[in-house]
């Protein structure tokens, strides 16, 4: 009886302490009850056991003096006094029970007030908010004069933060509280607002941008670029500058080009000379000149003028006006408009990427990859017509007929002028090989450094067909022994071979390797690899060695 006012006083006690402490009372208070029910259990049934003991002990001790009636006498008060502890048991839980069930109740509602509470403080927060960015915008319409490009850069940059936080804002509350029926009613009252705020915002954004790349205003152009980066709004920055800035050189190079001409040397000097100059120079010097950290949400870094205002303008207007400068029909415009672009390319790292960081930086864009990709995918296929070509060339010099083909292994011609590098040559095979193997080598077919592993692959491959063809028409002297005229002709063949041989595998293993090892010392991609000219020494070495074993079998 007195149990029960003590839990309703406690309960009252409870409601007016932190939510902390009645979670922890709510926790013992589980393991206190629970414990209590296993000490009931094990009391009740000490006790029944007891009782049952006391009974057999009772009834043989005064079964002869009692008789029955004193027997059931006992047995009854045993068994009243275990319902009356039952009973009390039952009652002590319920009371627990209740008591706990209250405390749940009162957690639960204080959660929903939190939860509550939460809701309206960021819905206040969103409204102080667009309430703080329309006192900025009225302030610049009405307090700040247009030609104060530095106060209104910076009015706009802080207008510009602020709908930054408003804007996360609103992702937190859908993020947050996603189950909420209420607040998307609330948040339709305040969208007008946001949307007048940031188109407003928008329009004076690009127009303190134009002007201050008119005037070539440094700070507040920089304050500008800051505002679109907050407005997660780049792309924008680069659409702007594309259509100010970029498009009228483009229009102005390609507008009288002629689309017949595919060359397009002359157009990406223009561009070499216009972007260094006026504004573009202004705006690309500043994107890697300003102190900045470039690890921050607002470093002008996270821009990409050169890429994809520049880069994208330029292959934009390649497809549109000189569609054939990309074609590969004829591969010596393809690769002089190659050189052309990787010239520029080079020109723009030069010039606007002062450091390896700005380097790697340019390079890693999508819009870098996208235009050399572009280049690089028909580089491959430019490269296998070009050596369809110099393969094709030995390849109509090796006589098709069966046997020593007289006609041509005496054949005198004279020498193509600067292919011919080894004087003396007597097979018109052999000279066609010279030929083929300084081909690999020139600017005018090679890239370097991108082709030099398949200009190598070629030439093994070009020395490799001449050492089997060598060998079939020796082996053809061998079987053939025909009339004396044949004869005579069959040993100047293999005076011929053995003298041309001699020349060539000189020739291989020293101004051939020679030239080609200056020029893998002349490419920085090769300075830090001393392993790479060894093994291009040893692999001429063996189509040298190639050669003269196709004479020793001769001899043997």
Not at 233 to 260: E, K, R, W, Y
Not at 330 to 350: G, H, Q, T, W
Not at 380 to 404: K, M, S, W
Request: aromatic share 6%; hydrophobic share 40%.
């Amino acid at each position: 009886d007195t149990l029960s006012p003590t839990m309703a006083a406690t309960h009252e006690d409870l409601e007016s302490k932190p939510l902390s402490m009645v979670h922890s009372l709510q926790s013992l208070l589980h393991h206190h009850l629970h414990h209590l029910d296993a000490q009931l259990a094990d009391h009740v049934n000490n006790h029944s056991l007891h009782l049952v003991s006391l009974n057999k002990e009772v009834h043989q001790l005064h079964l002869s003096m009692l008789g029955d009636g004193a027997h059931d006498y006992y047995l009854h008060r045993a068994r009243a006094s275990i319902d009356r502890l039952s009973s009390m048991i039952s009652s002590a839980k319920d009371i627990l029970n209740t008591t706990i069930s209250k405390i749940e109740s009162s957690i639960r509602l204080h959660a929903q007030t939190v939860h509550a509470r939460k809701l309206l403080e960021l819905f206040l927060h969103i409204s102080a908010l667009i309430s703080q960015v329309e006192k900025l915008l009225l302030l610049d319409y009405t307090q700040v004069h247009p030609d104060d490009l530095d106060s209104q850069s910076l009015l706009l940059l802080r207008v510009a933060q602020k709908l930054k936080i408003l804007h996360r804002s609103i992702a937190s509350l859908h993020e947050d509280f996603p189950s909420q029926r209420g607040h998307p009613a609330l948040l339709v009252n305040l969208e007008p607002r946001i949307l007048i705020a940031q188109k407003s915002i928008d329009t004076a954004i690009d127009l303190c941008f134009r002007r201050s790349l008119q005037q070539q205003n440094k700070f507040a152009t920089l304050r500008c670029l800051y505002a679109y980066a907050a407005l997660d709004n780049i792309a924008g920055a680069h659409d702007f500058v594309g259509l100010l800035v970029v498009a009228p050189i483009m229009d102005c190079i390609f507008s009288d080009a002629q689309s017949t001409d595919p060359l397009l040397i002359d157009e990406l000097e223009h561009i070499q000379k216009l972007i260094t100059a006026g504004t573009c120079r202004f705006l690309l010097e500043l994107n890697v000149s300003s102190n900045v950290d470039y690890d921050t949400e607002l470093g002008v870094a996270s821009f990409d003028f050169l890429g994809t205002c520049i880069l994208q303008a330029l292959q934009r207007q390649i497809k549109k006006r000189k569609p054939l400068s990309l074609s590969l029909g004829r591969p010596s415009i393809f690769l002089a408009n190659y050189k052309a672009i990787m010239e520029l390319v080079d020109f723009m790292e030069a010039q606007f990427c002062p450091s390896e960081w700005f380097v790697t930086h340019f390079r890693s864009r999508p819009t870098y990859i996208d235009f050399m990709g572009q280049w690089n995918a028909r580089l491959g296929v430019y490269f296998t017509l070009r050596c369809q070509q110099i393969a094709g060339e030995l390849e109509e010099a090796i006589p098709r007929e069966d046997g020593v083909p007289t006609s041509i292994a005496i054949n005198q011609e004279r020498s193509s002028g600067e292919a011919l590098k080894a004087p003396g040559l007597k097979l018109a095979t052999s000279k066609a090989l010279d030929r083929c193997l300084l081909k690999c080598w020139q600017k005018d077919v090679l890239v370097m450094p991108y082709l030099l592993p398949k200009a190598l692959t070629l030439a093994l491959q070009l020395i490799s067909r001449y050492s089997a063809w060598l060998a079939s028409a020796l082996h053809s002297y061998h079987r053939n022994i025909g009339d004396e005229d044949s004869f005579k002709t069959r040993e100047a063949f293999v005076l011929y071979a053995k003298h041309d041989v001699s020349i060539l595998v000189d020739m291989l293993k020293g101004p051939y390797l020679d030239t080609i090892s200056s020029i893998l010392r002349s490419l920085p991609q090769y300075k830090q690899k001393p392993p790479i000219i060894p093994l291009v020494r040893d692999s001429i070495h063996e189509g040298a060695s190639r050669l003269t074993e196709v004479l020793n079998s001769l001899d043997s």
